[in-house]
């Protein structure tokens, strides 16, 4: 806690679930989450203390929660044991897992409807998460392309997405 603490600072952002905006357009991430998951997905409100800003979601004040099943990290992790064991110590305390900035995710939709959700940054907030078998993580979308997801990974970047 003490470790990320002086990077937070107050906000109070809305919060969603990812659940009600699929929902509307692409519903078959919802269908395939059990039930479980899907009660994860209510809509909540929520005081959240943290630094959630970044060059790509700087303009987004919307929060969702993401089932980790969904998200695809191709470049491996390069991790610093201490700063994920910091963050699991803050994720498993309720009063401090709001001070968690959210992970920034690529959206992107394929040409056929699939949703696709790529992370590239938070690579210790997703491992805490991931260690501490939450089905679940904040997050914020941006929008994009193809062509983004190229500027990040050059030729292995896939042709296609259905």
């Known amino acids: 806690m003490e470790f990320i603490s002086h990077f937070l600072r107050a906000t109070s952002r809305r919060t969603t679930a990812l659940g009600p905006i699929l929902q509307r357009n692409r519903s078959e991430i919802i269908q395939k989450q059990s039930l479980t998951n899907r009660q994860a997905f209510g809509r909540y409100r929520s005081s959240c203390s943290t630094m959630d800003t970044t060059v790509h979601s700087a303009g987004i004040d919307e929060t969702h929660l993401v089932p980790m099943s969904v ?19 803050t994720i498993k305390n309720e009063t401090s897992e709001e001070e968690v900035p959210p992970i920034d995710l690529l959206w992107i939709s394929g040409s056929e409807g699939g949703d696709y959700y790529f992370s590239f940054g938070g690579c210790h907030r997703f491992e805490a998460y991931k260690r ?6 904040k997050a914020k979308l941006v929008k994009s392309t193809l062509g983004d997801l190229y500027h990040y990974m050059g030729s292995s970047a896939p042709k296609y997405l259905a």
Not at 71 to 89: A, G, N, W, Y
Not at 132 to 137: A, D, K, S, V, Y
Request: glycine letters at 0%.
């Open 71 to 89: 998200i695809q990290r191709p470049i491996p992790s390069v991790l610093d044991e201490q700063k994920v064991q910091s963050l699991m110590e």
């Open 132 to 137: 501490l078998q939450r089905p679940t993580i």
